[in-house]
């Protein structure tokens, strides 16, 4: 790897990796039965919970965040030690684990396929089968839903992972490669599995929580304004995206989740959130967006074309920002 070639090398296959692993996640999603790094970090999440709990019993907040600690540190340093490794080995194999470990840290085929089985029961009228459907992306109760409902549940859904799942892993790839993406997915799985407001978890997962929220904070106002764009190159209403934006974006109990639900509702003139049950509960919070019509259908493909086109806005900038970090990181050392 010495020399100007493999210098080069070293500062263009990173980009590369990181453009090439979106095409991998649209071409490939998350096939059944192929290992995940998500998978391992809940594993290691559920089983962190059971120990710290009895470890330090009576302090929760305390056992939540050596858990956060734990999990975050363990995200980073095993891919950043593997990548060491590999491309020690050759830069064509650092390479190869670049690459398959972005593709891990996307999302975007996978919420398609899961916002279209809701689309294709609703398109038939099984209301039954759509509300199946629908559970396994929302968290509210199912039963409660009639179509309309379930068409919001998952438009909403499409708009509020567009961060999580795409937006944020290419801001921290960009900045700081996979280790730093994957650090990112363990934040981000955490407060998946703990960070909620429930006694169960309060103290517990409040570090994990308040650790999400910030790591999101940038990539989730990056969205909304990418899905605007979004809007005026899809043909929807980017002017209205842009009006409901600005006034609805805080009208979510999360300080991030309202920014893609608010340009995504006023890309398509309707209205998403409001009152909803959880665990048989009336939750009551504020609608977003004004509906100039009802929700319908194909609200569902239109929300996974709003979510891909602002994913390719974001690629190339993300590239360009791994670029010159590379760059700088190889002018330095």
């Known amino acids: 790897m010495e020399g100007l070639n493999g210098r080069a090398l070293l500062v263009f296959l990173p980009p590369a990796a990181l453009f090439l692993s979106f095409f991998l996640d649209r071409l490939l999603g998350d096939p059944p039965g192929m290992p995940h790094p998500v998978r391992a970090m809940g594993f290691l999440i559920d089983r962190g919970e059971r120990v710290l709990r009895r ?93 309309e409902g379930v068409i919001k549940a998952a438009v909403e859904t499409v708009a509020e992972n567009l961060s999580d799942g795409v937006i944020a892993p290419l801001v921290f790839m960009a900045l700081g490669g996979p280790a730093l993406g994957m650090f990112y997915k363990g934040v981000n799985t955490m407060d998946s599995m703990i960070g909620y407001t429930s006694e169960r978890y309060l103290r517990f997962g409040r570090t994990a929580a308040k650790l999400d929220d910030a790591a999101n904070r940038l990539p989730a106002r990056l969205s909304g304004v990418l899905l605007i764009a979004a809007a005026a190159l899809t043909g929807l209403d980017a002017a209205n995206a842009r009006r409901i934006y600005r006034r609805d974006r805080y009208r979510h109990a999360s300080p991030n989740s309202g920014h893609g639900e608010a340009a995504c509702a006023g890309a398509l003139g309707v209205a998403l959130a409001g009152d909803a049950y959880y665990g048989g509960e009336l939750c009551r919070k504020p609608s977003i967006g004004d509906a100039l019509r009802p929700v319908r259908a194909a609200d569902i493909p239109a929300a996974v074309r709003l979510m891909y086109v602002s994913a390719a806005l974001c690629l190339p900038a993300a590239c360009l920002v791994r670029l010159a970090v590379r760059g700088i990181l190889m002018g330095m050392f």
């Open 55 to 147: 470890l330090l019993p009576g302090r929760e907040g305390l056992a939540g965040t050596v858990l956060v600690v734990l999990t975050a540190g363990l995200s980073f340093a095993l891919p950043a030690g593997l990548l060491l490794l590999a491309y020690r080995f050759s830069p064509w194999a650092g390479f190869v684990l670049e690459l398959w470990l972005c593709y891990q840290a996307l999302s975007a085929r996978c919420l398609q396929q899961e916002a279209m089985k809701v689309y294709d029961r609703v398109i038939r009228g099984d209301l039954p089968e759509a509300r199946k459907a629908v559970s396994m992306i929302v968290g509210r109760d199912p039963e409660r839903l009639d179509m």
